[in-house]
């Protein structure tokens, strides 16, 4: 399983929402084998449980602490997600983009609608007004994908808003082709850090990349 959670909500609620994200899907992600319950069952209960808590906690402290969510688990030749919030999964197939999520903002779904000129100062406006994340205090909404397909070439990346902002889809693609995963990966904080020129947002990433095996790795000698 890989995960991304963005927290917001102030410098401790965020951390404290985005902590609690990730301290439930590791929670439930070890006990998975115990378990009956499908992948997308269990993607949900990460997500659900997390929210619960975090508006537990909100409602004591007086904050508005919530938390983007970006949970990926791939098994076999098979992969599926969950998301929530403008925190990003792309998955690419031989650098080529194959399917990317659509955030969870008011300016996406004006983009979508076709209400929004692209490049315009309406974008800017809406684009970090989120409807769903974890912990926000109205209805929790999750959107869920998978491939059956999985093949040596494909790779998905999951970022955070303060990541992606500073690349095309088209960049992303090549440098994950091109690159090792943790390569690539620092490339992209390194990057995105020298384009916000000392602005910027969180930058969090991380990328999962299936390669062919190399035979001489496995190999014993005689």
Not at 45 to 73: F, G, M, N, Y
Not at 197 to 211: E, M, Q
Request: charged share 25%.
């Amino acid at each position: 399983m890989a995960l991304l959670a963005d927290g917001m909500g102030g410098r401790s609620g965020g951390r404290m929402a985005s902590d609690q994200v990730l301290t439930t899907a590791k929670n439930l992600f070890q006990e998975l084998p115990d378990r009956s319950k499908t992948l997308r069952e269990m993607l949900a209960q990460i997500a659900t449980e997390a929210h619960a808590v975090i508006r537990l906690t909100a409602l004591a402290a007086e904050k508005e602490p919530h938390s983007t969510l970006v949970a990926l688990i791939v098994q076999r030749d098979s992969a599926i997600w969950v998301h929530a919030g403008d925190s990003r999964l792309y998955h690419f197939r031989d650098g080529v983009l194959a399917h990317k999520t659509i955030d969870h903002s008011y300016g996406s779904q004006l983009n979508a609608q076709g209400q929004l000129v692209e490049g315009g100062p309406e974008n800017e406006r809406y684009k970090n007004i989120l409807f769903s994340a974890i912990g926000i205090g109205h209805e929790l909404r999750l959107d869920y994908g998978e491939v059956q397909d999985l093949r040596p070439g494909d790779c998905f990346v999951l970022a955070s808003d303060g990541l992606w902002a500073y690349f095309s889809e088209r960049e992303i693609g090549a440098m994950v082709y091109q690159l090792p995963a943790r390569d690539a990966a620092e490339f992209f904080v390194r990057q995105a850090r020298e384009r916000a020129r000392g602005g910027g947002d969180n930058l969090s990433i991380a990328i999962v990349k299936l390669v062919q095996p190399d035979p001489s790795a496995s190999a014993r000698p005689d």
